[in-house]
């Protein structure tokens, strides 16, 4: 994704055939430098600090910045009636790259400060993981509509408050009788938590579980749904219908 983000900042600014590089690089010397500035101080907010998130934030930013840029000169003038006189397709790309930007950071925070533990936990204990506090209290068995199921109780704190409850299972359907895993999930915008039941271990009533922590994983498809939302809206541009209409008399 590095050099599509690249190269999706300067397009949006070059003019086929009619531009200089040099020049746009001078114009655009001071976003570069704010891009990787923000980039710097960015991975100071995450638990900790990656050069990785570096990049991944400075490509994102830059790809922000330059749409940004590319917008504010195609409008030139703030005004409703300026707005109004742009096309979709240019809204349409706006709206697309910025999915970009979003799938970028999704990706490289996923990829660098998400964490999975496998670990063996009696009742009461607990296992930390990015001041994320997972408490196991146990697990009993629960009947379900056509299956039978070992249920795990967890509770997550974190800055000493409860922000999750979690109960994973592990079902056994009674046609099949296959055993299967259901993982408990608390979903957020910024970050995800997942527990597996795996199996019991010894006679203190612990279970073997697996426990993940995956940071920013929404803004994967959350940039997905940028981009195609960006795309219809490209669709939408009556210059389209206009050529298409042409086209089809042309032919007639």
């Known amino acids: 994704m590095a050099p599509l983000a690249f190269v999706v900042g300067l397009g949006v600014l070059l003019r086929w055939k009619n ?8 114009r655009l010397l001071w976003v570069a430098v704010a891009c990787v500035g923000i980039a710097l101080l960015i991975p100071f907010l995450m638990p900790f600090y990656a050069w990785g998130a570096v990049l991944g934030v400075m490509l994102a930013m830059w790809t922000v910045a330059v749409t940004f840029v590319a917008f ?3 409008l030139q003038v703030w005004s409703w009636q300026r707005l109004s006189q742009i096309p979709n397709g240019f809204y349409g790309m706006t709206l697309a790259h910025l999915g ?7 990706i490289t925070f996923t990829s660098v400060y998400s964490i999975e533990r496998d670990v063996r936990l009696a009742p009461e204990e607990t296992l930390d993981l990015f001041g994320y506090v997972f408490k196991f209290h146990g697990v009993k068995q629960t009947d379900g509509p056509n299956y039978q199921a070992q249920q795990a109780y967890l509770t997550v704190e974190y800055h000493d408050r409860i922000v999750a409850e979690l109960h994973p299972q592990k079902r056994v359907y009674r046609v099949q009788t296959m055993p299967m895993t259901e993982a408990a999930i608390d ?12 199996e019991p271990l010894g ?5 073997s579980l697996r426990i993940y922590y995956k940071s920013f994983i929404r803004w994967i498809w959350l ?4 981009m195609a939302a960006g795309g219809l809206l490209a669709a939408t541009d009556r210059r389209y219908r206009i050529n298409n209409k042409k086209a089809v008399a042309a032919h007639a």
């Open 100 to 106: 970009i930007a979003v799938f970028v950071i999704g």
């Open 187 to 198: 979903a957020g915008l910024f970050r995800d938590l997942f527990v597996a039941i795996g």
């Open 223 to 226: 940039g997905g749904v940028f």
């Open 72 to 74: 504010q000169q195609r």
């Open 203 to 207: 006679d203190e009533g612990a279970w």
């Open 19 to 26: 531009d200089d590089i040099k020049a746009l690089g001078k």
